[in-house]
């Protein structure tokens, strides 16, 4: 059983349209999150959500619009794709209060923007 | 904010030792921790230091200066499969996690 899933594993699409990209996690976990790592290999936060609330916002463009269901959810939507948004987008999630905050990450959403 | 410094690459050869340094600069630390990512591959969690010190767990320690505000990861008996990129990370809140550029380790024969 997978822990973190996310789909679609690889997305290609053209510059202007809307994309969606979904997480699901059977850990139980209150805490899940989004990562973008460019191709740099640069691994950074997005989005944070604790029991379906938003804790962390970075820096984010509004055409980027995180969505938590339920706590084993969270989806990212993302609206008039831009190249430089072409990136692996990582879905991650952990428990609060725990010792090691340790993050379980899901494999990976490739986006490659045309 | 955030910042985290780690070396860019490192090379070494099977059976040997390396050491992969990390200083950071936060707002606010509860503790170090370590990822190893495989080409293609999701990061995965290897350990974590809060305490200075050095934390053990088989082939890999990590160690950790608070008053330094430095960390290591010490990967011993090097092989192959230790290929991959290693990242320290900053926990600077219960649920905040904030990533070095990572250090990509290739290990040869």
């Known amino acids: 059983d997978t822990a973190v899933s996310q789909t679609p594993k690889y997305l290609v699409t053209q510059m202007g349209n809307d994309k969606s990209i979904k997480c699901e996690q059977n850990?139980?976990?209150?805490?899940m999150y989004w990562y973008k790592q460019d191709s740099k290999k640069f691994l950074k936060i997005m989005f944070s959500y604790n029991n379906k609330e938003l804790i962390i916002n970075e820096t984010v463009p509004n055409r980027f619009s995180p969505k938590s269901p339920d706590k084993a959810h969270l989806n990212l939507h993302i609206n008039s794709l831009e190249l430089g948004d072409s990136a692996v987008y990582f879905c991650?999630?952990?428990?609060?209060?725990?010792?090691?905050?340790?993050?379980?990450f899901g494999e990976g959403s490739r986006l490659t923007v045309l | 904010g955030q910042s985290l410094e780690q070396p860019s690459e490192v090379t070494a050869v099977e059976g040997a030792i390396v050491q992969i340094n990390c200083t950071y600069q936060?707002?606010?630390?509860?503790?170090l921790s370590w990822y190893q990512q495989h080409d293609g591959g999701a990061p995965t969690f290897l350990s974590y230091n809060a305490l200075d010190g050095l934390e053990e767990t088989g082939r890999f320690s990590s160690f950790l200066s608070r008053s330094d505000s430095y960390g290591y990861l010490l990967l011993q008996e090097l092989q192959m499969k230790d290929s991959a990129s290693y990242f320290c990370?900053?926990?600077?809140?219960?649920?905040?996690?904030?990533f070095g550029k990572g250090t990509m380790l290739l290990v040869s024969p």
């Open positions: 936060t707002s606010g630390f509860y503790g």
């Open positions: 990370a900053v926990r600077s809140g219960y649920s905040t996690l904030t």
């Open positions: 991650a999630s952990s428990q609060s209060g725990t010792s090691t905050g340790e993050l379980f």
């Open positions: 850990l139980g976990h209150d805490t």
